[in-house]
């Protein structure tokens, strides 16, 4: 993976200190003074009341309101030096958009966005800012609270796909080239946004019946709504990307099926489908889930909605989530909310190891979620009809950090107890999607399954086939995702410019 | 979206779907599975290959109603179209030249075992068909299938044919008199069971499609895990065919009933919404 202790391109840095130049810009700056601006308090984001939204599926943040996003982006310095933009993953101008917002041109600040980030409304939502542009604004460093950049992200985007003005930029003239984008995940997404602006003609392949991958199957209703993904989807269709759905490349087609049907370049974008199990005794009983299974059961065949919908899931009375990414706060929450008395983080690490984004252990927390740090289960227990009923855990305490950084868990002796349970959720990671991997074989794949990739382009050690995403990563983010899948967009472009 | 060519009852209770999916159909091979969605409402319900027809661009199963989504695709008809078809997924059977194989086939079986046997006959071996109905007039496909074997035995438990057995007592019968090399054995858990059962001793190796309840079918989720030598495998993509010396068939017994309330809940709203007088 990249060296991470980057320094900022001479490029971005042109551009950002041209914007702040900007008469505009200047002005906006002189209208309120610095300190001004420091004693205003960050605006909250409204959420839904914890007691009533544990029960349904409804977003739990409304978005900020107009007159508080105005209100927050005059929080913003306008800094000379916007240390907010180094710690964003894919650079984005951040001062640029927040002072659009500020000089109350909405949908100007979504379209800056969109420059560099091709799905604000989703990142806005999910990036786990609080350790990524929030966590060096200088507005932190100076007050100790840093500008709701995510929030305001989120304002921008939303507004503008509400006002129905969505920007189609116009696609340059058709190159004749073809482009096939394998998983319609976020990378997959975006590259194709990217190249169809080109002029490429693009097809997206998505094995399952809807576009959106982890996005749709994955995160829940209340946290991302599916109107918004929708949207991203039909957005892309208006620009002219292609999706044919239920195909399963290197089963219903192969790479080399779609190469001598014409196409001539490749993203592959198939994210980390496969869960990880932890291979104790039991764990094969009936009302243990992968975190995948459960989410998607409820989430992409609406279990939620059953009978009416054909899909069913259990509704545990005594949840246990194993693991403390956002992935185990979703399944705890998804329990939660339908109608576990006790649903449960069970982690091995203690709080501040725990990779979730700070928001969403706080809304779990609220919501009434229990968290057992410093646990791990060793065997389950079933009933005389192979039901889960109940899990041994042993207790665990911190020792020396481990090559991740973080402080390794070592078991204490004798430390076992019984936890009864009645549905389990294993939440503990993904690796990379397989599939591909084993019908391409002359396709280069790393030790974990992950494909091997040229950082600067994406471009695998096939010609024309690039990837991007948590097929290279294993389990990431959603920005990363993206981030690789611009990288990997401009290789392409390139690679069918120069192609005759 | 999917078309249906054709469907229609073979028998009482097993049907077979005749689906327009011209990729599918380029790439099938025996022993591989389709997923399938009734409808916009519906579950992603695994159904094995029992044919195709890459020249007219088409896939067949056979199937047995036992539940909502069975239910709601046999009472579709051509023209109809299903929102999700996708395929052909899982690993081929093995075929190969083992010199006598016994293609043991009941219930939607006989349609799944067929391209096996069929494929065994062309790779040079002796094909011994052994199918396995709970009455005469259950029977389907019986003159496909003596096509491709060289010898045809059924076992039915009345009258008609000459044994009235379930399969396995058949099962039995045959090796004693024939050396057996190799015996495939698709249909309902019970039959491959009691058929792994019997070679087992003998030492037979014996193939089994498993049947656990999936998801998506793509090595996504893991809701088909089965216990294989005391390993946990995937069967969509490890499988679905297995060494049924090595699986344990208590586990997949006990988890193919995971949902059993909830499974008679849904087919009484189902009904309830198709047939409210009833
Ligand atoms: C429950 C959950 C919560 C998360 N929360 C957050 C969060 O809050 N913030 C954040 O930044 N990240 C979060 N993540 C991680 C984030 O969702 C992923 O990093 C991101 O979705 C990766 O994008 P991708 O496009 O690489 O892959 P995916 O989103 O996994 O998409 C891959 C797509 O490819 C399809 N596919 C796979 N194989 C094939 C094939 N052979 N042929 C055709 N199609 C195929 C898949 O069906 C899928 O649609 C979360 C993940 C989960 C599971
Ligand atoms: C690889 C594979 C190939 C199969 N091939 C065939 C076939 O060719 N013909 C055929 O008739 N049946 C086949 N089955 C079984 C078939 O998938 C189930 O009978 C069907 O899903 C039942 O759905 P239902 O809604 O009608 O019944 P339900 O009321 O949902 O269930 C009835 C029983 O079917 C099983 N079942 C339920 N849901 C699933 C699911 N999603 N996946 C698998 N099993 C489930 C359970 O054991 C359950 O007790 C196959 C199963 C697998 C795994
Ligand atoms: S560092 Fe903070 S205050 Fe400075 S420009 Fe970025 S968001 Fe605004
Ligand atoms: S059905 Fe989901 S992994 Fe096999």
Redesign the interface.
Same mark, same amino acid.
Not at chain 2, 41 to 44: L, S, T
């Given at each position: 993976m990249p060296d991470k202790t980057k320094q900022m391109p001479p490029e971005l840095k042109a551009s950002l200190r041209a914007g702040f130049n900007e008469a505009w810009r200047k002005e906006l700056r002189k209208s309120l003074p610095v300190k001004e601006r420091m004693k205003i308090r960050r605006q909250k984001m409204p959420e839904r009341k914890p007691d009533l939204r544990n029960k349904h599926f409804k977003e739990v943040n409304f978005g900020l309101a107009v007159k508080n996003a105005l209100k927050e982006a005059q929080r913003c310095l306008d800094c000379a030096n916007p240390m907010c933009v180094m710690g964003c993953p894919v650079g984005i101008d951040i001062p640029a958009f927040i002072k659009l917002i500020e000089a109350g041109r909405f949908n100007d600040s979504a379209r800056k966005l969109k420059e560099t980030n091709s799905l604000p409304s989703i990142c806005g939502r999910v990036c786990p800012q609080e350790s990524q542009c929030e966590a060096v604004c200088n507005l932190k460093k100076a007050t100790g609270v840093s500008v709701a950049i995510g929030n305001l992200e989120r304002f921008a985007a939303d507004f503008e796909r509400d006002s129905g003005k969505v920007f189609i930029p116009k696609a340059l003239p058709p190159t004749g080239k073809k482009v096939a984008i394998i998983g319609a995940g976020p990378a997959g997404l975006t590259v194709a946004g990217e190249l169809v602006k080109k002029g490429h003609k693009v097809t997206v392949f998505e094995a399952l019946h809807v576009a959106g991958g982890v996005l749709v199957y994955g995160i829940p209703e209340f946290r991302l709504p599916n109107k918004i993904l929708r949207a991203e989807v039909e957005y892309l269709k208006r620009l002219g990307v292609k999706f044919e759905m239920n195909i399963v490349v290197g089963k219903t087609v192969s790479l080399k099926d779609l190469k001598s049907d014409g196409y001539d370049a490749f993203f592959i974008g198939t994210g980390a489908g496969l869960p990880h199990f932890m291979n104790i005794p039991g764990e094969n009983l009936i009302g243990i889930y992968s975190a995948n299974e459960y989410l998607t059961r409820v989430n992409l065949m609406r279990a939620v909605d059953f009978p009416e919908y054909d899909t069913p899931v259990f509704k545990g009375k005594r949840a246990a989530v194993l693991g403390g990414g956002n992935v185990a706060m979703d399944s705890a929450r998804t329990a939660k909310r339908l109608g576990a008395e006790m649903s449960a983080i069970v982690y091995r690490r203690s709080r501040v190891e725990m990779p979730a984004r700070a928001e969403e252990v706080h809304h779990a927390e609220e919501e009434g979620i229990e968290f057992h740090f410093l646990t791990t289960p060793i065997r389950y227990f079933g009933d005389d009809k192979n039901r889960v009923k109940a899990m041994e855990c042993l207790r665990m305490r911190l020792g020396e950090p481990d090559s991740s950084g973080r402080r390794r868990p070592v078991p204490i002796k004798d430390s076992e107890f019984i936890m009864e349970v009645d549905l389990v959720i294993v939440a503990i990671g993904n690796s990379s999607n397989p599939l591909i991997g084993q019908t391409t074989p002359e396709l280069e794949v790393g030790k974990w399954g992950n494909v091997e990739v040229d950082w600067d382009t994406m471009a695998t050690n096939m010609e024309g086939v690039y990837a991007g995403g948590d097929i290279i990563r294993g389990g990431a983010t959603v920005i990363l995702a993206m981030g690789d899948a611009r990288i990997a967009a401009a290789g392409m472009h390139k690679y069918l410019s120069s192609k005759k | 979206m999917?078309k249906i060519i054709r469907r229609e009852r073979l028998v009482p209770n097993l049907h077979l779907l005749e689906i327009e999916a011209p990729? /599918?159909a380029r790439?099938c091979k025996p022993g591989q599975f389709v997923i399938i +969605?009734p409808d916009e #409402? !519906? &579950?992603?319900i695994p159904l094995n290959i029992a044919d195709w027809d890459s020249e007219k661009g088409t896939v067949t199963s056979v199937f047995l109603v036992v539940g $909502?989504?069975t239910q709601k695709l046999s009472i579709l008809r051509s023209g109809d179209e299903v929102? =999700? @078809? /996708? !395929?052909?997924?899982g690993k081929p059977a093995e075929i190969k030249k083992y010199g006598t194989v016994l293609c043991a086939g009941g219930c939607y079986g006989i349609g799944a075992v067929y391209p096996v046997a069929r494929a065994m006959k062309k790779a040079g071996n002796k094909v011994i068909s052994l199918i396995d109905v709970k009455a005469n007039y259950l029977l389907y496909w019986e003159d496909k299938l003596k096509a491709v074997s060289d010898e045809f035995f059924v076992s039915s438990r009345d009258s008609y044919y000459d044994c009235k057995e379930f399969i396995p007592k058949v099962l039995k019968e045959v090796v004693k008199t024939t050396k057996i090399d190799r015996v495939i054995s698709y249909g309902c858990t019970y039959l491959m069971y009691t058929c792994s059962e019997v070679t087992r001793p003998l030492g037979i190796k014996t193939i089994v499609s498993l049947n656990p309840i999936m998801?998506?079918g $793509?090595? +996504? *989720? !893991?809701?088909c895990? =089965?216990?294989i030598d005391k390993k $946990?495998k995937f069967a969509c /993509?490890d499988g679905p065919d297995f060494d049924g010396h090595l699986v344990d068939w208590q &586990?997949l017994f006990? #988890?193919r009933?995971? @949902?059993f309330d909830?499974?008679i809940?849904?087919l *009484? @709203?189902?009904e309830k919404e198709n047939f409210p007088k009833s």
């Open positions: - | 999917a990729q /599918v790439k +969605m #409402r !519906g &579950e992603r $909502t989504s929102p =999700v @078809y /996708v !395929g052909p997924l998801l998506d $793509t090595g +996504m *989720c !893991g809701a895990r =089965v216990s $946990t /993509v &586990e006990s #988890r009933k995971s @949902y909830d499974e809940q849904s *009484c @709203y189902w």
